[in-house]
């Protein structure tokens, strides 16, 4: 049976992919891994064009423009106004913002800035992308504040506790697992993820960031940069974990990916 797979999470304008033709080889691994779907994350206001140039190039890409917690406090005058200008021309979905306990940015100017684009996402009903790191708490407490949700919102990379799961869930929020679930380090995020209900399930690599080479044999000449090729590994990993056929699995997160990229669709 074919089937096709969907990273949930990538920066493919990533500097470390350094040129176009790293890009394009890139993107030639991940169709020949029928890696056919991908999300591609602005971090900052520099990168959105670049995101919107490379979905313009490869019509796999689903772009993503926001400002991640990093960036919060170098926006500049005007980003929201441009930001909402360009979330109505291309399409995209908002991503990646959130909160993060690192980083230089000070957790209100974080907060400040990611109630805005959520608050954006949520007028125009479009697919959001998350991060949050150790500020599990706060994003609950945000995300109950603006609930009940009409669009798909993804936490990227969850890393977070059973409980915390389970509260996230409760919002209609999907749950992204990025290729450190095969890290023989994060058993308490395997336990997540065995925890967490299928139709809430996305996975991701979170390229170029996140290698994990347990993903890769002893033989396996893999560099240390994590690339979407590789989420075909991480569903293979991930069926064998919950004892699940592979076909079947690989559908249920399929169907779950699309879902989450419709912005169109009626949530209500």
């Known amino acids: 049976m074919s089937r096709n797979f969907i990273d949930a999470h990538m920066h493919l304008q990533d500097s470390r992919f350094l040129s176009a033709d790293a890009q394009k080889q890139v993107m030639t691994r991940a169709s020949l891994s029928k890696v056919t779907a991908l999300a591609c994350n602005a971090t900052n206001e520099d990168d959105w064009q670049e995101v919107l140039t490379l979905a313009a190039k490869h019509s796999v890409i689903k772009p993503f423009l926001g400002v991640h917690p990093w960036f919060a406090h170098l926006v500049k005058p005007g980003w929201l106004n441009r930001l909402d200008k360009l979330l109505d021309t291309s399409g995209a979905g908002v991503g990646e913002i959130g909160i993060d306990s690192f980083g230089e940015a000070a957790d209100i100017v ?55 799961m389970q509260r996230l869930v409760e919002f209609g929020v ?19 993820f065995l925890k967490t209900p299928i139709q809430n399930i996305l996975l991701e690599t979170d390229a170029p960031d996140q290698f994990c080479r347990q993903l890769f044999s002893a033989s396996k000449n893999a560099n240390s940069l994590s690339e979407p090729a590789h989420v075909a590994r991480l569903y293979k990993f991930a069926a064998n974990l919950r004892n699940i056929d592979l076909n079947d699995f690989t559908k249920d997160i399929w169907n779950n990916g699309k879902i989450f990229t419709n912005r169109t669709a009626d949530r209500s």
């Open 174 to 192: 999907l749950i992204s697992f990025s290729c450190q679930l095969a890290c023989p380090t994060r058993m308490k995020l395997r336990k997540v």
């Open 110 to 164: 974080q907060e400040k800035v990611f109630v805005k684009q959520l608050k954006l996402a949520c007028n125009k009903k479009i697919p959001t992308t998350i991060h949050c790191i150790r500020r599990w708490g706060k994003l609950l407490e945000i995300l109950k504040s603006h609930a009940p949700f009409k669009q798909k919102i993804m936490v990227h990379s969850f890393s977070g506790s059973i409980e915390t």
